[in-house]
């Protein structure tokens, strides 16, 4: 029997002995073996010895009760999912999430220095003559859900990042973890280093909140210990992407609730979807947040899920359905880009991305509304010291939008600056459906191509548009608006920038991207400077976007003017 070969009651009482007689200035250079006064005091001044934790099994909630009572413990709140263990239990053992019940209890018990901690309880429940009797005798042999934990006291990202690099230079490897939205909380797991003298093989940092960000990081560190799995879970990448699609097509966060979790059932029939297939759907998002699991088939929609909503301020919906659909399909024809420098877009759908979305309307108007979704990145532009200053001079400002889509930009500056007028420069189908958008009062519209740009404006704008064309066809774009530009005029010019070193940037896969779907790619702000200069223009300087991006600020070149020579 399980209970005979785990002896829970024996384990619980030695782990409540370690936690009263323990504290962080005592634990801290046994876990990490070499720390020097400075660093243990300023470990122990951002975080501090929390609980230890072990897996127990019993066979049935009663069951646990007991095992709780003989130690003289009592949880203070009913048992709660516990996430992250039941995901490393089900990889590790190569069982399905779902078959695991793990449940989490935090009992709490005095320090010796007066301090209140936890013993951190996880049950498995093991019913007797279950198959997961052959789980739990691994698990004790083992004790990988053994560990010590340290609650960070200022989890801000800067204070993440040092605890990471400190317990890394001691030895300590990066061993999984997860965030529990249960608790609101972050897990990063490490390996103890092999000279560590606290008889615990893991430690815990635990960050109150949301933190995925470090968690990513930490994840990577991790992941590049295992290539296989790593590579496993690349692969695999793809099907994120259609799960993702799959969610907008059927329109499901817009029948979810951020607020109440709903039955897998109830939500099958208000979409229209088989409720088996739509609850594997749903449990696969909720390991990337997308959706909360709240029981075996209840599901939440989260704030992240919520992004796909279809009718809220701010939808990707749009951007779900393109890198879904057309896009996804060009990027299967990636190898033809790779060996032939071929558009893989126009050899799989036999037209130019452009003139194809044009040819067919509603993939012209998800085209414009997945451009609009981009929003996120110019928020900021309304605000910068160009626009602002044109805003304020004592007659109206005018500002070209050139290819500005359905006007999701202009919108915002118009709102932002109430005497300033605009004009669109874009394709006849999208000037119509900008103008059912912005109105007439102060915006007026150039159906046309780029040898169209507008003349006598104050400020130009290119969002999102020279990424889309080779160089000669950059160059060609920017002489058009050097040509319209008044002396004093302004171009502010929206990309991402790819980076000159191997910091990670999203420009470098929006590069593959370009090449695979429109033949366009992505630079460096040098890269921009030479082409600004070659059409005329000179590159003023340039500050960052959200999601990576940049605003690159350009001028007309003033004409070098050489002193006539003194002939004697």
């Given at each position: 029997?399980?209970?005979?070969?785990?002896?829970?009651?024996?384990?619980?009482?030695?782990?409540?002995?370690?936690?009263?007689?323990?504290?962080?200035?005592?634990?801290?250079?046994?876990?990490?073996?070499?720390?020097?006064?400075?660093?243990?005091?300023?470990?122990?001044?951002?975080?501090?010895?929390?609980?230890?934790?072990?897996?127990?099994?019993?066979?049935?909630?009663?069951?646990?009760?007991?095992?709780?009572?003989?130690?003289?413990?009592?949880?203070?709140?009913?048992?709660?999912?516990?996430?992250?263990?039941?995901?490393r239990?089900?990889?590790r053992?190569?069982?399905?999430?779902?078959?695991?019940?793990?449940?989490?209890?935090?009992?709490?018990?005095?320090?010796?220095?007066?301090?209140?901690?936890?013993?951190?309880?996880?049950?498995?429940?093991v019913?007797?003559?279950?198959?997961?009797?052959?789980?739990?005798?691994?698990?004790?042999?083992?004790?990988?859900?053994?560990?010590?934990?340290?609650?960070?006291?200022?989890?801000?990202?800067?204070?993440?990042?040092?605890?990471?690099?400190?317990?890394?230079l001691?030895?300590?490897?990066?061993?999984?973890?997860?965030?529990?939205?249960?608790e609101?909380?972050t897990?990063?797991?490490?390996?103890?280093?092999?000279?560590?003298?606290?008889?615990?093989?893991?430690?815990?940092?635990?960050?109150?909140?949301?933190?995925?960000?470090?968690?990513?990081?930490?994840?990577?560190?991790?992941r590049?210990?295992?290539?296989?799995?790593?590579?496993?879970?690349?692969?695999?990448?793809?099907?994120?992407?259609?799960?993702?699609?799959?969610?907008?097509?059927?329109?499901?966060?817009?029948a979810?609730?951020?607020?109440?979790?709903?039955?897998?059932?109830?939500?099958?029939?208000?979409?229209?979807?088989?409720?088996?297939s739509?609850?594997?759907?749903?449990?696969?998002?909720?390991?990337?947040?997308?959706?909360?699991?709240?029981?075996?088939?209840?599901?939440?929609?989260?704030?992240?899920?919520?992004?796909?909503?279809?009718?809220?301020?701010?939808?990707?919906?749009?951007?779900?359905?393109?890198?879904?659909?057309?896009?996804?399909?060009?990027?299967?024809?990636?190898?033809?880009?790779?060996?032939?420098?071929?558009?893989?877009?126009?050899?799989?759908?036999?037209?130019?991305?452009?003139?194809?979305?044009?040819?067919?309307?509603?993939?012209?108007?998800?085209?414009?509304q997945?451009?609009?979704?981009?929003?996120?990145?110019?928020?900021?532009l309304?605000?910068?010291?160009?626009?602002?200053?044109?805003?304020?001079?004592?007659?109206?400002?005018?500002?070209?939008?050139?290819?500005g889509?359905?006007?999701?930009?202009?919108?915002?500056?118009?709102?932002?600056?109430?005497?300033?007028?605009?004009?669109?420069?874009?394709?006849?189908?999208?000037?119509?459906?900008?103008?059912?958008?912005?109105?007439?009062?102060?915006?007026?519209?150039?159906?046309?191509?780029?040898?169209?740009?507008p003349?006598?404006?104050?400020?130009?704008?290119?969002?999102?548009?020279?990424?889309?064309?080779?160089?000669?066809?950059?160059?060609?774009?920017?002489?058009?608006?050097?040509r319209?530009?008044?002396?004093?005029?302004?171009?502010?010019?929206?990309?991402?920038?790819?980076?000159?070193?191997?910091?990670?940037?999203?420009?470098?896969?929006?590069?593959?991207?370009?090449?695979?779907?429109?033949?366009?790619?992505?630079?460096?702000?040098?890269?921009?400077?030479?082409?600004?200069?070659s059409?005329?223009?000179?590159?003023v300087?340039?500050?960052?976007?959200?999601?990576?991006?940049?605003?690159?600020?350009?001028?007309?070149?003033?004409?070098?003017?050489?002193?006539?020579?003194?002939?004697r």
């Amino acid at each position: 029997m399980i209970t005979a070969l785990s002896d829970d009651t024996s384990r619980l009482r030695a782990t409540v002995d370690f936690v009263t007689q323990q504290d962080s200035e005592s634990l801290l250079p046994l876990l990490l073996p070499g720390l020097d006064v400075a660093e243990l005091r300023s470990l122990v001044k951002r975080c501090r010895f929390a609980h230890a934790a072990l897996l127990v099994f019993p066979a049935h909630a009663r069951a646990l009760e007991a095992t709780l009572a003989e130690c003289g413990l009592v949880a203070q709140a009913p048992p709660q999912p516990s996430v992250v263990v039941r995901e490393r239990l089900a990889l590790r053992h190569r069982r399905t999430a779902d078959d695991l019940d793990v449940r989490i209890l935090r009992p709490v018990v005095l320090g010796r220095d007066g301090q209140r901690r936890t013993v951190e309880v996880f049950a498995l429940t093991v019913p007797p003559g279950s198959d997961l009797e052959e789980v739990a005798a691994l698990e004790l042999a083992r004790h990988d859900e053994a560990h010590v934990a340290f609650e960070v006291l200022a989890p801000d990202p800067l204070v993440l990042r040092g605890l990471r690099s400190s317990f890394a230079l001691h030895g300590a490897l990066p061993d999984g973890g997860g965030y529990n939205p249960h608790e609101n909380g972050t897990v990063f797991y490490f390996a103890t280093p092999a000279a560590s003298k606290a008889g615990y093989r893991r430690i815990e940092l635990y960050a109150p909140g949301d933190h995925r960000c470090q968690l990513a990081a930490h994840l990577a560190e991790f992941r590049s210990q295992q290539p296989a799995e790593t590579m496993l879970r690349l692969l695999t990448g793809a099907w994120t992407t259609q799960a993702l699609t799959a969610l907008a097509q059927l329109r499901v966060a817009d029948a979810m609730d951020t607020d109440h979790a709903v039955d897998a059932g109830a939500l099958a029939s208000k979409v229209d979807a088989d409720p088996d297939s739509l609850a594997v759907l749903l449990r696969y998002l909720a390991t990337f947040g997308v959706v909360t699991q709240d029981a075996p088939d209840s599901f939440r929609l989260t704030s992240l899920g919520a992004l796909l909503r279809a009718e809220t301020s701010g939808s990707m919906r749009p951007l779900a359905l393109m890198y879904g659909g057309p896009f996804y399909q060009s990027f299967a024809a990636l190898t033809h880009t790779v060996r032939t420098g071929q558009v893989a877009f126009e050899h799989l759908f036999g037209a130019n991305h452009f003139d194809h979305f044009a040819d067919d309307p509603q993939l012209a108007e998800l085209f414009d509304q997945s451009m609009a979704a981009n929003w996120r990145m110019f928020e900021p532009l309304p605000t910068h010291p160009v626009l602002a200053d044109a805003a304020r001079g004592t007659r109206g400002a005018t500002v070209v939008d050139i290819a500005g889509g359905n006007g999701e930009l202009l919108s915002r500056i118009l709102a932002a600056h109430p005497n300033v007028d605009a004009v669109l420069l874009e394709r006849p189908h999208v000037v119509e459906a900008a103008r059912r958008r912005l109105g007439t009062a102060r915006c007026g519209y150039v159906a046309g191509d780029f040898a169209d740009v507008p003349a006598g404006a104050d400020v130009y704008l290119l969002c999102r548009v020279l990424h889309d064309w080779e160089d000669e066809r950059c160059r060609e774009i920017l002489r058009h608006c050097a040509r319209a530009m008044p002396a004093d005029a302004d171009l502010l010019i929206v990309e991402r920038l790819l980076p000159t070193d191997d910091s990670p940037s999203l420009a470098t896969a929006w590069d593959l991207h370009m090449r695979c779907n429109v033949g366009g790619r992505e630079r460096t702000a040098q890269h921009y400077a030479e082409l600004l200069t070659s059409a005329g223009l000179t590159l003023v300087g340039h500050r960052p976007l959200p999601l990576d991006g940049h605003v690159l600020h350009a001028r007309r070149t003033v004409p070098t003017q050489t002193a006539p020579s003194t002939v004697r």
